[in-house]
């Protein structure tokens, strides 16, 4: 009788982002794990400065996904401009049909 084999699966997952420090204006590229992709990213106070309403609230959003955000290794957000856009356009939508 032939012993039995056993197969083990091992899955290693890994995220990858990329910070680039920044001086005047330029842009802040890394992985945003929400779109799966790079994207531009903004500083927190960026974001809240686009958004209507205020840093605890943004936080909140982040925290329930509405947002998407990249923490980097010296505990800053860094929030994603596209899922930033597609917020606002929701919340656009929103007040339009409050009317």
Known sequence: MPP????????HTSREVFVIRRGDGRQIRGFCPGCRQEVELLTLDEAVSLVPCDTRETIRRIDAGSLHAVETGSGHLLVCQPSLEIFL???TILQGEMK
């Open 4 to 11: 039995k084999s056993k197969k083990i699966l091992i899955t």
């Open 89 to 91: 356009q929701e919340e």
